[in-house]
């Protein structure tokens, strides 16, 4: 039975637009990301520019022919300014250059001005050393930079853009997703309790294996829209160039869905039981802010603790099953966490997940069928072997 009210679930739910929409949006913007991350990665060499040059600007056309890794300019004379600017206008040339300022047709274009401007100061450069008398063998020795050591106190890891990329994609969607599929979840509770259809669905089967039917049916729903996530921080690091992606960050990935599905089990069941405590949906947003705040708060330590991911707070966070299924992923792509550690969470969170569905489940069973006023969580908790049906 609890299997049929899973697939009832399943078939409502995902028939309805709030789903297909945003699992749309999901996937459109997974492919959105891979395809930036490709554009971003590939190597089309220097880019093409004209540059045009009048009056003294000439004088560095020799220097401004020999281009960078990123440009790849082509020098024009031109007899006047009138003519560089028609130039300009009918797009032959990028900029223009007198010898003292820089005419473009609208915004500049900062890359070739950069390029422009260092140009012309390393040609004024050659030319007053010239004018001291400073050989080439000088001048390299003026301009020689200066190198200087880099010493990190994290063991200078490199991969942290690569690591960040993919805690956030963790934290943020398991974040998102338990809250959404958490507030579906006790909207349908509402739903079906005021207008009565709780009572004909309770006359088939008992209260403990509809609130099951509903947690497996909706949390197959949100696992299609996590593994949708996880796909695209897969292609993502699959993408990555020149950097090698840590194996904790592949770790993270599978831990990623696994505290997804154990804290959706939590949270889930929680917010069922808030749902079955009210029986007017204008009570459910102050109803469920004491399910909500943990699982806020697991965000914001996320959230403020990039830069420092190894702090107390995180920590200590990672292993309180409120915040840990947030916490856990982005301290396991964040830091190389030893495997116990990571096993103590998961055990913690599992065992945590059975306990609040047994008390979601004794909250649910008595306060399904009241009416009227809100149930306190005082008075559920009192109540609750001793329920109504």
Not at 182 to 196: P, Y
Not at 262 to 282: D, I, K, N, P
Not at 374 to 380: D, L, P, Y
Request: without cysteine; glycine residues 10%; charged residues 15%.
């Amino acid at each position: 039975m609890i299997w049929t009210i899973a697939r009832r679930e399943i078939v409502t739910r995902s028939r309805s637009k709030a789903f297909i929409g945003m699992t749309a949006v999901l996937f459109v913007g997974v492919i959105a990301v891979a395809l930036v991350q490709v554009f971003i990665n590939s190597d089309d060499g220097p880019r093409q520019v004209t540059i045009g040059l009048v009056g003294g600007g000439a004088e560095a056309g020799e220097t401004l022919e020999l281009g960078n890794d990123d440009l790849d300019p082509t020098v024009e004379v031109v007899d006047t300014v009138d003519t560089g600017e028609a130039r300009l206008q009918d797009g032959s040339i990028d900029v223009l250059f007198d010898g003292e300022a820089l005419t473009w047709k609208g915004l500049p274009d900062f890359a070739l001005d950069g390029y422009v401007r260092d140009s012309v100061q390393q040609a004024a450069f050659a030319q007053r050393a010239q004018d001291l008398g400073l050989s080439e063998a000088d001048l390299a020795a003026l301009f020689a930079p200066v190198e200087l050591d880099e010493v990190r106190l994290d063991g200078g890891d490199d991969e942290f853009g690569v690591r960040l990329a993919a805690a956030g994609v963790a934290g943020f969607a398991t974040f998102m997703l338990l809250q959404v599929w958490g507030s579906f979840l006790m909207m349908g509770v509402i739903e079906e309790k005021a207008s009565k259809v709780v009572e004909i669905l309770l006359s088939q089967v008992r209260p403990s294996t509809l609130l099951g039917g509903k947690v497996i049916g909706l949390g197959f729903l949100a696992l299609v829209q996590m593994l949708i996530f996880v796909a695209g921080l897969v292609v993502g690091l699959l993408l990555v160039q020149d950097i090698a992606v840590p194996g904790s960050v592949w770790g993270s990935v599978p831990l990623s869905v696994l505290t997804f599905l154990l804290g959706f089990g939590f949270y889930a069941t929680a917010y069922a039981a808030v749902g079955s405590m009210v029986s007017r949906q204008e009570d459910a947003t102050s109803a469920q802010l004491p399910v909500m705040f943990p699982l806020l708060a697991g965000y914001f330590i996320a959230a403020t603790s990039i830069g420092a991911p190894d702090n107390l707070a995180v920590t200590i966070g990672s292993f309180v099953p409120f915040t840990s299924p947030v916490l856990l992923p982005f301290r396991a792509a964040m830091l190389d966490v030893p495997l116990w550690q990571l096993a103590a969470s998961l055990v913690i969170l599992a065992a945590s997940t059975v306990l609040m569905l047994r008390f979601a489940g004794w909250i649910y069973r008595f306060s399904i069928l009241r009416t009227g006023s809100r149930v306190t969580w005082i008075e559920a908790w009192r109540n609750r072997r001793d329920p109504v049906l």
